[in-house]
């Protein structure tokens, strides 16, 4: 055989090795990773080539699927009141991906989740019929919440204090998932990612903001713990106005005629004494603040609901002025509206903490269950007695303090106002904040809600949280109650 010819045999010879070496490495080893890759349109294609499975409401679904007229995915996500479930839902987007419960189930609700599979289906690949999320809300409470806010830029949230049941939970101003489920919504995401009011965040669990007065409670929960007051009804050593430790700094109260000099537990929350938490903050020492708040949830990175909820913050490393504001809900203490409800929750649950939670189970298509979600367990926070002396003190908060627009004739309903600073020196509208909770004895039912309003448009001299948040909180927790 001719030399040249030979070199070149051998030469094609082991390019088609190299050649039947490199299918068997991309079949063999990289065949699921390219399966998977976000980037493969097959996936998708299968995702849409069927109608989802439904995100459930009280037994009723508010999500849908719709045939689309032009591409290559058959079906796209469609929502009932999108606007009015935006915060539970999430987005389900072609073009965009998905959100909240659209995306952390997006495999039930697509079909592909194995769990849905009969073992012939998982061999052929075949595409099953998709599942539901059947979710915790109420849907009179979850309208309530939405209606009160209205206009307003804030976030409410409502948990049964007992199973820790999210019952409402709503983020204003917010957004009709409908309009960016396909591939030709362009112009409203667009919209959406440049409005300032940031109607894609879901404040009421991805936004921690100063808590302001509510966290008061959890600095005279710690003080009851401790031992350094006995009951809610003992006098405090509080001097009126109080200087911060080391500093010149006079910390004043928002009512100056406020009787806070030397003021109860009872009577500081009643009138928001500030000279009294910021003293008691300190008395403690910010160790002991910061335990109690984690055991309210507080400094904890992975609170999944089952949506990662952001983390709420108590700090370390301060001096005693720094450690004196955060009694008071300022410096560096931050909470979103779901972890203020869990403090009220707590509190009006002799003191259990059940874990919080908006999905009770997931569905197979013919209504089986894959997942049960609703026992969720629960840890104790404080002691009954504890609990007990702050339910009595927030009764009296609402019933002749600074949180009566939250009264429900018939129910016993407890609560905290709080007004948090808001920029540099406070030079923007102050935060509007509420946390409570509420009981009817008759049918049993009872609540725990939080309202942040970060701006309802109203004059900086009308900003408080009777004024703006307390309001809201009653007309939710009257749907949750039944009032």
């Known amino acids: 055989m001719n030399k040249t010819i030979r070199h070149a045999s051998v030469f094609c010879l082991l390019m088609v090795l190299a050649l039947l070496v490199r299918a068997t490495w991309v079949q063999a080893y990289q065949g699921q990773a390219l399966a998977d890759d976000k980037n493969n349109r097959r996936n998708t294609i299968a995702q849409y080539a069927q109608p989802l499975g439904n995100i459930i409401v009280a037994g009723s679904p508010v999500t849908g699927s719709k045939k689309t007229e032009v591409g290559d995915l058959a079906y796209k996500r469609t929502y009932t009141n999108g606007d009015l479930y935006s915060a539970v839902t999430g987005y389900g987007s072609q073009a965009y991906g998905s959100t909240q419960l659209e995306g952390i189930y997006s495999d039930v609700l697509d079909g592909t989740d194995n769990r849905l599979k009969n073992p012939a289906d998982v061999i052929t690949g075949k595409q099953t019929e998709p599942g539901d999320v059947v979710t915790t809300i109420d849907p009179a409470v979850q309208k309530a919440a939405y209606e009160a806010l209205g206009e307003k830029k804030g976030a409410a949230v409502a948990v049964d204090p007992k199973t820790g049941r999210i019952l409402g939970m709503v983020s204003t101003p917010s957004y009709d998932p409908s309009k960016i489920s396909g591939t030709t919504d362009g112009d409203t995401w667009q919209q959406l990612l440049k409005d300032q009011d940031k109607p894609l965040v879901n404040r009421a669990l991805r936004q921690p903001l100063p808590p302001g007065s509510t966290f008061k409670l959890v600095v005279a929960a710690a003080a009851l713990e401790d031992g350094i007051h006995g009951s809610v009804d003992e006098k405090t050593e509080s001097p009126n106005p109080y200087t911060l430790p080391n500093t010149r700094t006079v910390l004043k109260n928002e009512n100056a005629s406020a009787p806070c000099e030397n003021a109860t537990l009872r009577s500081a929350l009643k009138f928001s004494c500030n000279n009294v938490f910021a003293k008691l903050a300190v008395d403690l020492g910010q160790d002991k603040v910061k335990a109690m708040s984690e055991k309210f949830g507080f400094n904890t990175e992975k609170l999944d609901v089952p949506v990662r909820a952001s ?92 949180g009566t627009n939250a009264q429900i004739d018939g129910a016993e309903v407890g609560g905290k106002t709080g007004t948090a600073q808001h920029g540099v020196a406070n030079s923007k509208t102050p935060y509007a904040w509420f946390t409570s909770y509420a009981k009817d004895s008759s049918s049993g039912k009872e609540v725990a809600v939080a309202v942040l309003v970060e701006d309802s448009g109203a004059a900086r001299s009308e900003v408080s949280g009777n004024g703006l948040a307390a309001p809201i909180a009653q007309k939710v927790m009257k749907a949750a109650i039944g009032r």
């Open 311 to 402: 983390e709420s913050v108590y700090p370390s490393g301060m001096d005693k002025p720094q450690t004196a504001l955060t009694g008071i809900g300022q410096f560096e203490v931050t909470a979103t509206p779901l972890q203020m409800a869990m403090v009220s929750a707590a509190l009006a649950n002799g003191g259990e903490l059940a874990s919080p939670h908006m999905v009770s189970k997931v569905t197979d298509g013919d209504g089986n269950d894959l997942e049960e979600l609703d026992d969720a367990g629960s840890e104790r926070v404080v002691s009954s007695s504890t609990a007990e002396q702050l339910q009595s003190a927030m009764v009296t908060v609402v019933k002749d303090g600074t």
